[in-house]
């Protein structure tokens, strides 16, 4: 498998690189073989070499920072076109915070508070993160009220995790899930199943 610490680059050298052997201790842990690939800006993802180490792959990983660069980095990249197919082959995307937040549908731009960081990987799925923390709560309203339409939201704590395939998603972790459409708001906790397809 491959980890990114792409979203972090704009925080500079030294967090982008602990960012990337968090991610490789942590799998390798796992007893993954894992390597972290040095995708810091858009001409980065624009190399064959890192697009066909990620076809060789079977699960790649985005670390948090700055969705919005995450975003511009991979928007129609060959590393996003690598990704995309690996998906269709039946590999695996990870990500956490940024990482989770660029898999989603895209919606409209507009700062902080929008969806406009999604990349379409899953499409009708919109992701909110670290949604049980502090410093989201003032903001957690307002993108409740800016959900694309034809979209859910899937507020995720930290801590908690959800994890998709042909049969949905199950909730994962200590904390519990928001999942939020046209029809309402549903929690969901560690073991519970979010009914529907992920996109």
């Known amino acids: 498998m491959v980890v ?3 979203a972090s680059a704009p925080e500079g050298e030294a967090v982008f ?3 990337g052997r968090a991610g490789v201790q942590h799998f390798e842990g796992l ?7 040095p995708v ?3 001409e980065d993802a624009q190399r064959r070499e890192i697009a066909d180490a990620v076809a060789r792959c079977s699960l790649v990983f985005f670390s948090g920072g700055d969705p919005g660069h995450l975003n511009r980095t991979l928007a129609g990249s060959l590393l996003l076109s690598a ?3 690996l998906l269709e082959a039946g590999g695996v995307y990870g990500g956490c915070s940024a990482g989770a937040m660029v898999v989603g549908e895209p919606g409209q731009s507009g700062g902080r508070f929008s969806f406009g960081s ?3 990987l899953l499409r009708r799925e919109v992701f909110g993160v670290h949604w049980d923390a502090t410093f989201a709560a003032p903001w957690r309203a307002i993108l409740r009220s800016r959900i694309p339409s034809g979209c859910r939201l899937i507020g995720i704590a930290e801590r908690s995790a959800v994890l998709g395939g042909e049969g949905g998603w199950r909730v994962h972790g200590s904390g519990r899930v928001e999942v939020r459409d046209e029809a309402g708001a549903r929690w969901f906790s560690a073991g519970e199943d979010i009914p529907g397809d992920p996109g």
């Open 17 to 19: 690189s602990r960012w």
């Open 31 to 37: 007893g993954l073989p894992t390597r972290a690939l």
């Open 83 to 85: 990704i995309s197919d």
């Open 40 to 42: 810091r800006a858009r």
């Open 4 to 6: 990114l610490a792409t």
């Open 118 to 120: 999604g990349l379409g």
